[in-house]
C-alpha cells in the first residue's frame, strides 16, 4: 500500500530564494544600463529652448504688426532678446539704430532669455519684422538674418520669406 494514495500531488507554493535573486540581479542590471537614459534631461531643455525662441520670433512679429514698428529678435548662441526702435510720437523713429526699447510680454517681464547649459541655437543673427509681419532686411544696418532656418539642439524654427509663418519642427 502506497502512503501517497489519496494525497494530492505537492505544489509549489512560490518562488525558491535563488530564483529571486536572479530576477533581482537581472532587474538591478538594466536598470543601471537602461536607467540614465530615462533621466537625461537634455532633450527636454533643448525642446523647452527652442519654444521659447519660437514664441520669441512669434511675439516680435506679433509686436511689429500690432504698432506697425519694426521689431527685431537679437539671436544669438546662447540667448536672445525682442527689442524695437525708439518711438518718435505716435510712430517708430526709423533712424533709431539702437533699438533701445525693450518688448514686454504678456507677464510684465522683457521678452528675452538665456540658453540653458548645453543648448544653443545657430545661426546667430538679428531677425527683423517689419510692420506686415515679414521678415525683412532693412535697416541693413541692423537687421541681418542669416537665414530663415534656425536650429536649436534638434529642433527647427523655419519662417516663411513670403508669409512670415513661423514653424517649429
Avoid at 547649459?117 to 519684422?129: E, Q, V
Wanted: charged share 10%.
Amino acid at each position: 500500500m502506497s502512503l501517497t494514495r489519496g494525497r494530492a500531488p505537492r505544489r509549489s507554493l512560490g518562488y525558491t530564494l535563488i530564483e529571486l535573486v536572479t530576477v533581482m540581479v537581472i532587474v538591478g542590471i538594466l536598470a543601471s544600463v537602461a536607467g540614465p537614459h530615462f533621466f537625461n534631461q537634455t532633450t527636454f531643455t533643448q525642446r523647452g529652448y527652442a519654444d521659447e525662441v519660437t514664441a520669441a520670433f512669434q511675439f516680435a512679429q506679433k509686436a511689429a504688426v500690432a504698432s506697425d514698428c519694426p521689431a527685431r529678435v537679437n539671436l544669438t548662441a546662447g540667448s536672445y532678446a525682442v527689442q524695437q526702435q525708439a518711438a518718435s510720437g505716435n510712430t517708430c523713429n526709423t533712424s533709431d539704430t539702437t533699438w533701445s526699447t525693450t518688448v514686454i510680454g504678456l507677464d510684465g517681464n522683457s521678452v528675452q532669455n538665456t540658453a540653458p547649459s548645453g543648448t544653443t541655437a545657430s545661426p546667430a543673427g538679428l531677425y527683423c519684422f517689419a510692420g506686415s509681419g515679414l521678415l525683412t532686411s532693412v535697416p541693413s544696418s541692423a537687421c541681418t538674418p542669416s537665414a530663415y532656418t534656425v536650429t536649436v539642439g534638434v529642433n527647427t524654427i523655419t519662417i516663411d520669406p513670403l508669409t512670415g509663418l513661423i514653424q517649429e519642427q
